[in-house]
T-cell receptor, first 112, second 113 residues
Framework: AQTVTQSQPEMSVQEAETVTLSCTYDTSESDYYLFWYKQPPSRQMILVIRQEAYKQQNATENRFSVNFQKAAKSFSLKISDSQLGDAAMYFCAYYYTDKLIFGTGTRLQVFP | ETGVTQTPRHLVMGMTNKKSLKCEQHLGHNAMYWYKQSAKKPLELMFVYNFKEQTENNSVPSRFSPECPNSSHLFLHLHTLQPEDSALYLC????????????FGQGTRLTVV
């Protein structure tokens, strides 16, 4: 069965600094998708970044980038130049066929 | 707003009550999902509907009964719930599969007393 593990329940970062959130997953598939979703206090999950497993190049979206290590089944999220608005729960997710499987989340605090 | 609307936002119900959660999307998506979000646990996928057909039932107790009358609407009918069913219930939709992006509603915070 596919599982997603986020080993950091909470992280904190100073404004303008860089933080990295960890995620590992377990799968026997070779073609799948990985995501990072953000859940602010409004509770609405918002897509941050997406990575296709067949692509070797790491995805980047403005201040957000990933380090995708397929062999190690690792998918970390790097947030550069952190902003107060980045404070939220961040969920790593794995997608294959109809299933979008989430980790337990990492709560990110951003200090001014 | 992501285009996925859930009602009600909050619900308190007794263990003998029957209630329904509603999810609506007008994004033209064909896949809809119910998730349960409990504290310190991964989001649990409950049900998946694709083109109105249920394609996934993740061993959910029968006290949760989903209904998908059309591609735009998804319901979760609740009856004789237990206190441990208290959680945030999230609805999501995606174009056909969630391989591109799943759009989530703001959830219904359910408390069973």
């Amino acid at each position: 069965a596919q599982t997603v593990t986020q080993s950091q329940p909470e992280m904190s970062v100073q404004e303008a600094e860089t933080v990295t959130l960890s995620c590992t997953y377990d799968t026997s598939e070779s073609d799948y998708y990985l995501f990072w979703y953000k859940q602010p206090p409004s509770r609405q999950m918002i897509l941050v970044i997406r990575q296709e497993a067949y692509k070797q190049q790491n995805a980047t979206e403005n201040r957000f980038s990933v380090n995708f290590q397929k062999a190690a089944k690792s998918f970390s999220l790097k947030i550069s130049d952190s902003q107060l608005g980045d404070a939220a729960m961040y969920f790593c997710a794995y997608y294959y066929t109809d299933k979008l499987i989430f980790g337990t989340g990492t709560r990110l605090q951003v200090f001014p | 707003e992501t285009g996925v609307t859930q009602t009600p936002r909050h619900l308190v119900m007794g263990m003998t009550n029957k209630k329904s959660l509603k999810c609506e999307q007008h994004l033209g998506h064909n896949a809809m999902y119910w998730y349960k979000q409990s504290a310190k646990k991964p989001l649990e996928l409950m049900f998946v509907y694709n083109f109105k057909e249920q394609t996934e039932n993740n061993s959910v107790p029968s006290r949760f009964s989903p209904e998908c009358p059309n591609s735009s609407h998804l319901f979760l009918h609740l009856h004789t719930l237990q206190p441990e069913d208290s959680a945030l219930y999230l609805c999501a939709s995606s174009p056909q599969t969630a391989s591109t992006e799943a759009f989530f509603g703001q959830g219904t915070r359910l408390t069973v007393v």
